[in-house]
């Protein structure tokens, strides 16, 4: 079946503009999890879901980031006011319930987001 | 909190040769480990997961780990390596966190290089 999915693949944007990652997980897994993954470095945690509900937002660095998944399926990461600092690969994964000692989290590829 | 150390950024072994990448991890109570690899343009898999019981864990394309808890260890090997292991692989640990989510904090990540 289908993995998660992440659009787009590459973002190059300017500092101090507005972007929108998407993220679709695998279907009718409730947990949804964003990292960030800088250059060198392994992934960091910015927010989890379960459902539609935010259960876990402490990993998100400043009130510029935002994320939403209305529906409990797709999900969509918001940067306001860009800064070259937020230049990453934002990786999404879903797993079936959150729970990691049952569960898998399965990775999707990474949205390439470049500050100019 | 919990924290992961890798403490090889790089490793080259030979095609054929035997593998171990060493992780280190802290965290207060029994651990959930996790070993992932990322190869260029591909999301992250999960190569094998420890949680509970027998110390020795296998995984999938060959790998096993060993959890020394003596040690704060989980050192990833395989006895004989192949081109295609060559990618970026990340030690984690996971732990419940805020929200009553469990969340995976990840190691900076061992590039593995296979010579010929």
């Known amino acids: 079946g289908a993995g998660v999915s992440q659009t787009p693949s590459n973002k190059v944007t300017e500092k101090g503009k507005y972007v929108e990652l998407r993220c679709d997980p695998i279907?009718?897994?409730?947990?949804l999890y964003w990292y960030r993954q800088s250059l060198g470095q392994g992934p960091e945690f910015l927010i989890y879901?379960?459902?539609?509900?935010?259960?876990?937002d402490s990993g998100l660095p400043n009130d510029r980031f935002f994320a939403v998944r209305p529906e409990g399926s797709v999900s969509t990461l918001k940067i306001q006011r860009t800064e070259r600092g937020d230049s990453a690969v934002y990786l999404c994964a879903s797993s079936p319930t959150g729970a990691l000692r049952t569960d898998t989290q399965y990775f999707g590829p990474g949205t390439r987001l470049t500050v100019l | 909190a919990q924290s992961v150390t890798q403490p090889d950024i790089h490793i080259t072994v030979s095609e054929g040769a035997s593998l171990e990448l060493r992780c280190n991890y802290s965290y207060g109570a029994t651990p959930y480990l996790f070993w992932y690899v990322q190869s260029p343009g591909q999301g992250l898999q999960l190569l094998l997961k420890?949680?509970?019981?027998?110390?020795l864990v296998q995984g999938i394309k060959g790998f096993e780990a060993e959890f020394k808890r003596s040690q704060s260890s989980f050192n990833l090997r395989k006895p004989s390596v192949h081109w295609s292991d060559a990618a970026e692989y990340f030690c984690?640990?996971?732990?419940?966190?805020?929200?009553?989510?469990?969340?995976?904090?990840f190691g900076k990540g061992t590039h593995l290089i296979i010579q010929p």
């Open positions: 279907s009718g897994h409730t947990a």
């Open positions: 879901f379960q459902g539609t509900g935010a259960a876990d």
């Open positions: 420890y949680f509970s019981g027998d110390t």
């Open positions: 984690a640990v996971g732990a419940r966190r805020g929200g009553g989510a469990d969340g995976l904090t």
